[in-house]
């Protein structure tokens, strides 16, 4: 799958005018934001493709910036867990920067509006403030606190910072306009009074600043240039623009100052805003909320599950980070929100696995199959072709036998119309062996088929004289003598429908869970695979494209997940 020449799109486009322009100097400098409050998705690659994209691409810089303003919900953890995502996918920051190395700039921007008159500290409760924003139609009330003097709102804020106040007793709040028609400019809070230890500062700041605020003068602080944001921003990008716009970071070393003196790069810009639409995918819930709630509830292995939607997920899974890149490129960039087929996803993830993952054989279902004309014991090496694609890729020794295993769907004892598998009387080849013909059909007591007890024509085999023979049905096999018993682990969608958020009928999507999205079975391999590395990708001939587990496979107790079947089996008429 190619990445050598980058698409164009009208972000790409706004960034080529600019430079030929010379605005910003020509500089191109972007960032990747992420809330250290969950685990990214694959969503979040789309927003990390773009900003380190186009970095990348027009020599610029991007860097990872957590936006940690809520302590309330944030955890190392996830800032772990988001570093690795992020190099996982293939990028590597200019700067690791947190929301929280600004918190005295904030500060000191705050100062500066109230002084400006631009912000002012209001008593207003929370529900409160609800009551006097508005509605859409209507108007919104100026607080009773809105004409405080200077004065008394610098002492105010000052002794909102030295910790005098109650939760919630108090917000900072910027004095905009109470009747805008943009909600957001409607006087909104700045800061809030929250008593809560933060994972960076301790407890140096019992008052925090609110997200659009903080991201703002965090992108102006680090020199961005183009702020890349879903479109859910862009109502806030009025506000965005106010904030900028009064306090002149570039203009005003002061403000900015701490950062010197900490030793951090500091050359202020006056970065713009630019959304674009979010990457949205059917069977999946990409909600933060969601997807903690199915994680603390059990319903998943953890954030890692390799049903989840989650990038650790995917790379558990098996996903290669190369697929996730070439799918974000080939849905481009827009500013229409959409929902996407996630099997256009799964669809990059076989045609990368394709190229790349060695053939190897596996049962899954075994049926024992017994060849009765060759030596009881008998045993010998065959050499199969790593990749059919790639002769480069070399070939290696299966090991057969007169015992094997087949799947046991490539049996039919009475055979439905069209079926060219194995039949009673019937021929099949095997593969890479030659044709071999279904003589009797072994059951136990309770009916069950135990054993099929086949003949081999030795003229059928490679390099024979009947080696073209044609027989309609090729199946594969695993020496059951040398075979690797493995943990195999059967993924599938999370979800069973294409909504899971639509709850119209009354039912949530927990209610729409797929029973069958995780199925463990005892595979049997063939035995190359006893010393395979974890995250190794393999193709299982005719079953599907399986990974090596990240976590839990081993030499001693090996454990393989299904990436994705070699066919989509949920596409429309595909009969599942």
């Known amino acids: 799958m190619s990445e050598s020449s980058p698409a164009n ?8 005018d600019d430079r030929a322009a010379g605005k910003h100097g020509g500089r191109v400098a972007t960032r990747f934001p992420p809330e250290p409050n969950g685990y990214l998705h694959i969503g979040h690659a789309k927003s990390i493709c773009l900003n380190f994209g186009l970095a990348g691409e027009f020599g610029g810089t991007c860097n990872l910036r957590f936006d940690d303003t809520n302590p309330v919900k944030e955890d190392v953890e996830y800032v772990a867990a988001i570093q690795e995502d992020v190099r996982w996918l293939g990028f590597e920051w200019t700067e690791l920067r947190h929301a929280s190395d600004y918190f005295e700039v904030f500060y000191r921007c705050a100062e500066k509006l109230i002084r400006n008159g631009r912000a002012f500290v209001c008593d207003l ?4 403030v609800r009551e006097y924003r508005g509605t859409l139609t209507e108007p919104g009330r100026n607080s009773p606190y809105r004409d405080r003097s200077v004065e008394e709102n610098l002492d105010l804020f000052r002794r909102m910072r030295a910790g005098e106040f109650a939760d919630g007793a108090r917000t900072l709040r910027a004095r905009i306009d109470m009747a805008s028609g943009n909600i957001n400019l409607r006087d909104p809070a700045l800061y809030r009074i929250r008593r809560v230890p933060h994972q960076n500062t301790g407890d140096a ?3 925090y600043p609110m997200y659009d605020y903080a991201h703002c003068i965090s992108d102006a602080v680090e020199g961005i240039t183009h702020s890349l944001c879903t479109l859910e921003f862009e109502d806030h990008r009025p506000l965005y623009d106010w904030c900028l716009d009064q306090l002149d970071l570039p203009g005003d070393p002061q403000l900015t100052e701490p950062l010197r003196a900490a030793g951090l790069r500091c050359e202020p810009s006056r970065p713009q805003q630019i959304e674009f639409s979010r990457g949205n ?22 954030w890692d599950d390799p049903r989840m939607p989650t990038l650790s997920g995917a790379r558990r899974r098996g996903f290669p980070a190369a697929a996730i890149r070439a799918f974000w490129e080939r849905i481009g960039i827009s500013k229409q929100n959409s929902v996407i087929d996630v099997g256009v996803l799964e669809g990059c993830v076989r045609e ?9 054989l596996a049962v899954l279902d075994p049926l024992r199959l017994v060849l009765t004309n060759l030596p009881h014991g008998h045993e010998e090496r065959l050499s199969f072709a790593n990749h059919p694609k790639n002769e480069a890729a070399g070939s290696r020794e299966v090991p057969f036998s007169d015992t094997l295993w087949i799947e046991r769907e490539d049996f039919m004892e009475v055979p439905v119309k069209g079926f060219h598998r194995l039949v009673p009387g019937g021929e099949v080849r095997l593969r890479g062996v030659g044709i071999v013909r279904c003589e009797e059909v072994v059951k136990d007591e309770t009916g069950a088929i135990v054993e099929l007890r086949c003949t081999l024509d030795a003229d059928t085999r490679p390099g024979q004289s009947g080696a073209e023979r044609k027989v309609k049905g090729t199946i594969h096999w695993v020496s059951a003598r040398h075979a690797l018993e493995a943990e195999v682990r059967l993924y599938d969608r999370l979800f069973d429908t294409p909504d899971p958020d639509d709850d119209a009928d009354g039912k949530t999507y927990r ?24 995250e190794s990708a393999w193709q299982f001939e005719r079953l599907g494209y399986f990974v090596a587990d990240r976590h839990d496979h081993g030499a001693a107790h090996p454990v393989f997940n299904r990436i994705v079947t070699l066919r989509d089996s949920w596409a429309k008429g595909a009969g599942r």
């Open 9 to 16: 799109h009208f972000i790409r486009q706004i960034v080529l």
């Open 125 to 128: 409760s929370a529900e409160q």
């Open 205 to 207: 700041w019992p008052i």
């Open 281 to 302: 995918l059917d069977y999946t819930v990409m909600s933060k909320r969601k997807l903690m709630a199915l994680v603390q509830d059990g319903l998943v292995d953890g």
């Open 352 to 360: 990368a696995l394709d190229a790349t993952a060695p053939r190897r």
């Open 511 to 534: 209610d729409h869970l797929n029973p069958a999205s995780k199925r463990i079975v005892r595979g049997y391999l063939e035995p190359s695979l006893d010393t395979v590395a974890s």
